[in-house]
């Protein structure tokens, strides 16, 4: 790929399509808490951002980020597997950063399954350290790891 791909936001008619891939994609052998209707809650919600990648209309990624006091938590993103290593996640994050840097937020947090090695790379290479486990995060017993990246330097308290 020689261009990033174009990043925008989700409009409700979205909805249906990211509450699947999260589904499928995501919260595959959990129990599904991103349906529809709190897709649709996310892209009507002014402190969170809702953004997707498109190919010939139809969503190939997207990308959910919350804006909180001091820090902007990305609850999740997720790429079509036939689309996937074609920068489309990377470009979702940037976007989702620049954002988050306009909001004046400190830093970005996120948490992943501690044996999702693609994302682990992948959050390593956009700058993220990893800063906590959490023991049994998920349904499955699988432990969550809780990722960080600084958007300006540490205060010091
Ligand atoms: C993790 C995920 C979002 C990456 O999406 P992607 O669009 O393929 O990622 P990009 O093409 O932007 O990759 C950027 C860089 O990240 C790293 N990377 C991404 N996927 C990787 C993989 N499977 N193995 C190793 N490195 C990987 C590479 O350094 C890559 O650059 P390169 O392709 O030039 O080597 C995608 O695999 C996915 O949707 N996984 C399932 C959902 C998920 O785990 N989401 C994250 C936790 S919520």
């Keep these: 790929m020689t261009a990033d791909p174009p990043v925008e936001l989700a409009v409700p008619a979205d909805a249906a399509a990211i509450a699947a891939m999260s589904r499928d994609l995501i919260e595959t052998g959990l129990p599904w808490n991103w349906r529809e209707g709190r897709v649709l809650r996310a892209i009507r919600q002014p402190d969170t951002n809702v953004a997707v990648v498109r190919e010939d209309a139809r969503i190939v990624g997207f990308g959910i980020m919350e804006y909180r006091d001091e820090h902007a938590y990305l609850s999740l993103l997720a790429i079509d597997p036939a689309h996937r290593r074609r920068g489309a996640a990377r470009s979702l994050l940037r976007w989702l950063e620049a954002s988050a840097r306009v909001a004046g937020v400190e830093r970005i947090r996120l948490e992943a399954r ?14 993220f350290h990893e800063v906590g486990i959490t023991r049994d995060r998920y349904s499955d017993g699988i432990d969550g790891l809780v990722l960080e990246k600084w958007l300006r330097p540490r205060q010091s308290e």
């Design 114 to 127: 501690r044996d999702n090695a693609p994302a682990r790379v992948f959050y390593n290479e956009q700058g």
